[in-house]
Each structure stands twice: as structure tokens, then as C-alpha cells.
């Protein structure tokens, strides 16, 4: 006789050690809509995380569904590699018109694999294939993924040390930081670049996230940005911008490098490229660095066409005009005015704040904290992860879609959780 287990069990007995997500928020999930998921005692969780940004439209958004659904159900064609569909067509179609073609963007699109890493390999070696340079130039705090080139340029310590062989041909700088509080962030890079015995080979290329999300919302500048492109362009290296995790919207415009009115050489998209959570990347590159040779850089799932067809209808419902950027950057400013009045309101420094569009941070000086307020946010029924290099930042991801009154509890109970993890003084500050 077979003993039926907990339906939990399962999780801890055939599961790897590896899952992590699912500590922080001890749930069995089984339904999703829109801004908010249930468990499977119908439970709901306001989900302000997003899918680590993947849901930049909510969950089983209801116009993306619909076109998924229809293309399923005419069998159309699910699995081609990067043989030609008719659903690889539409969507590339659409991208030229709603997105390449307004912004003056000269990109040629290639399909790399099915997830952000790959778009970042691909930047990678097609940098170097088109230089003829191994080095690789990237900046503290940075995040582009867990294959080990990805991890090569990302500076969590954890996270690289996980690769177990030494992560080579790259080199951190600082990310848009200032020593003196005066000069612009590149003294220490230039200076590296033109000394003989400065030990620094020339980089192909130079990789930057404009806003870092797992390294801690770290926003960079306009004019740093600015100041990077001219530096790329004067010394001969290519610009790689790496806007997984802060394109299609979350910081407003759909590439969060508009604002800077800079133009990459190299741009790697996924996450909430497809819309609808499935997997899909992308890599935009000028067309001169179009030099693959066929089949060079190449994948089984790189071609999922029901990611295109999700794609497609992502671009046509919210990017043939501009309202969606409008919204979002005006419930930004909705966040921001709401995370000051909490960080205003504690005993104490107050928390940093810092974020664009919808993505937000709160700075703890103690990094438990974070946690500690993303726990209490998870009983209270919110989402929340933490981010930074010791988790001291809470993070902020609403779909861009959010309702106005979700947004608004949402916020309410970021601000409880903050104030009920609150710590008593100790008993000698007490007197």
C-alpha cells in the first residue's frame, strides 16, 4: 500500500538544494491573474516581484492569452529552431515598426536562446569575435547571469563563486561613482586605458546595466551614461547595454537607455520581451557587427514561436503609442513620494530610496532588515525580494499594468511590513 505524502514533501525530497525563491515564500501557488497570484487554499499574494521582471504585463494578461490560445488551437507551429515561421515574421515585423523604427534604432535581431544569459553570451562573443580582444570591461554590483561568461562580468561574490574555475578575461570598474564627490566616474578607468604598465588589456567592449536590479536599484546617471558611450566610442571598444532585467518598459521608455539618448553598439533583451512569461532573448546589434558565420552561435529553443506570437501582441496592445511609458513613469513618481514618506517616517537615518519607472529599492543599514520586511510582507500577502550584494535592499517590481488601487495597497503594506519590523531601542536608550 502506497502512503500518500504532504503535496509539500515532494518539494524537499526531490528537489535540489538549489531552488530558492520558494524559502522566502512558503506557498504552493496554483493560479495568476493580473497583479496577483493564489495559493492552493485560494489565499492572494499582491505579487510586487513580478517574475523578477518577466511580468511586465501581469499574469495571464488577458490580451496575450487570447492571441497564445488562438495560435494553439489553429496547431500553430510551436517548435522551429531558426527555420522561418510565420509567427517569427509577425513578430519581427512588429518590432521594427512599433520599436526600431520610431527610435532611429539601425539593429539587426538575432534569436539566441531561450533565456537572458544566452543574449548575454552571445553579446559577449560576437564583441570579441569583431574586436579580436578577449577583455571584457564591467562594473561592481553587476548581474548578467549564471553561465560562465555571464558570471565572469557579474560582480556578486556568491554568485561567482559558484562557477568553481576561475572567471577570466574580464575587469571591474566602479559603477557611476564619483571619489571626490566632483569628477566624473572615469579617471581610474582612463588612466588605466592609456598606460603601458597599467596591466589592463584593451577591452572589446565594455558591459552596463543602466539600472542595476539585483545589484540593489542602483541608477545610473544621464550624463554617466553619456560620458560611458563617448569613452566606448573614442577608445574602440563596442557598448553593450544589458537591458533584461530594465527593458520593455520598466523604466518607462522601452529601452531604459532612451533617457540617456545614447546608442549602444549591442543591446540583450529577455524577460518580459515575449510578455507573457515565456521564455525568449534577444540580442540587437548594428548591422556592421552582423560577422557570424551561420550556425556559430546557435541553440534547440531559440526559435519558440508561441513566445513570438505573445511577443507580437505584447507590442501591438501597449507600444503603438506612448501611453503605457506615461503611466508608468507617473506611478513611479506615485512610488517614490510613497517609499519617502515611510523612509521619512522611521526613528533613525532613513532608509536610502532610489529607483526609476517601476523599479524601486529601500537601502537598509542593517541587511536583515530587508528580509526581515520582505517576510512580513509575505504574511501580510505581498511579494517581495531583496536584492544587493547582502540582500540589504528591498525591491520594488509591480507589473506596469498594476491597477491604481493595488498599487496603492501594495504600497500600504510595504510601508506596515517596514514599520513592523521595526526593532525596539535597547534598554539603555531608553533612559
Not at 511580468?55 to 529552431?81: C, F, I, Q, S, T
Not at 501580510?380 to 547582502?390: D, I, K, V
Amino acid at each position: 500500500m502506497t502512503v500518500a505524502q504532504p503535496a509539500s514533501d515532494v518539494f524537499e525530497r526531490l528537489e535540489s538544494e538549489v531552488r530558492s525563491y520558494c524559502r522566502g515564500w512558503p506557498a504552493v501557488f496554483d493560479r495568476a491573474n493580473g497583479s496577483r497570484l493564489y495559493d492552493e487554499n485560494d489565499r492572494p499574494y499582491l505579487d510586487f516581484f513580478s517574475g523578477a521582471g518577466a511580468l511586465n504585463y501581469g499574469h495571464n494578461n488577458p490580451v496575450l492569452k487570447r492571441a497564445l490560445l488562438d495560435y494553439l488551437e489553429r496547431d500553430g507551429v510551436a517548435h522551429a529552431l531558426d527555420m522561418s515561421t510565420a509567427a517569427k515574421r509577425t513578430f519581427l515585423e512588429t518590432f521594427q515598426d512599433t520599436v526600431l523604427a520610431p527610435r532611429d534604432l539601425p539593429y539587426k535581431v538575432m534569436f539566441p536562446g531561450p533565456a537572458g544569459t544566452n543574449a548575454v553570451e552571445a553579446a559577449l562573443k560576437l564583441a570579441r569575435k569583431v574586436k579580436g580582444r578577449e577583455a571584457v570591461v564591467f562594473f561592481t554590483n553587476a548581474f548578467h547571469g549564471m553561465s560562465l561568461g555571464s558570471l565572469a562580468v557579474t560582480g556578486n561574490a556568491f554568485k561567482r563563486a559558484g562557477a568553481g574555475i576561475p572567471l577570466v578575461h574580464a575587469t571591474p570598474m566602479p559603477y557611476d561613482e564619483r571619489p571626490d564627490g566632483r569628477e566624473p566616474g572615469f579617471l581610474w578607468f582612463e588612466r588605466l586605458l592609456a598606460s603601458e604598465g597599467s596591466g589592463l588589456d584593451t577591452p572589446a567592449a565594455v558591459i552596463v546595466e543602466t539600472v542595476q536590479g539585483e545589484g540593489g536599484i542602483n541608477v545610473a546617471r544621464a550624463e554617466w551614461l553619456r560620458g560611458l558611450a563617448d569613452l566606448c566610442r573614442r577608445r574602440d571598444m563596442l557598448l553593450i547595454v544589458d537591458d533584461i532585467q530594465m527593458g520593455c518598459g520598466r523604466t518607462g521608455a522601452f529601452f531604459s537607455f532612451e533617457e540617456a539618448g545614447i546608442t549602444p553598439d549591442i543591446v540583450t533583451l529577455a524577460k518580459s520581451v515575449s510578455g507573457y512569461g515565456l521564455p525568449m532573448a534577444l540580442t540587437l546589434f548594428r548591422p556592421e557587427l552582423d560577422i557570424w558565420e551561420p550556425g556559430e552561435h546557435n541553440g534547440t529553443f531559440r526559435g519558440f514561436n508561441p513566445a513570438f506570437v505573445t511577443a507580437t501582441a505584447a507590442l501591438e496592445e501597449y507600444w503603438r503609442d506612448g501611453r503605457l511609458e506615461k503611466q508608468t513613469l507617473a506611478r513611479g513618481d506615485q512610488v517614490e513620494q510613497a517609499l519617502l514618506a515611510v523612509a521619512a517616517d522611521r526613528p533613525g537615518p532613513a532608509p536610502d530610496v532610489r529607483g526609476r519607472g517601476l523599479a524601486w529599492g529601500m537601502e537598509f543599514a542593517d541587511p536583515s532588515r530587508a528580509t526581515a520586511v520582505c517576510a512580513r510582507a509575505f504574511e501580510l500577502g505581498l511579494l517581495l525580494e531583496t536584492s544587493g550584494p547582502e540582500d540589504q535592499v528591498a525591491k520594488l517590481f509591480p507589473p506596469l499594468t498594476i491597477g491604481d488601487e493595488e498599487l496603492e495597497e501594495g504600497l500600504a503594506l510595504f510601508g506596515r511590513a517596514v514599520r513592523e519590523t521595526e526593532r525596539p531601542p535597547r534598554s539603555a536608550d531608553r533612559s
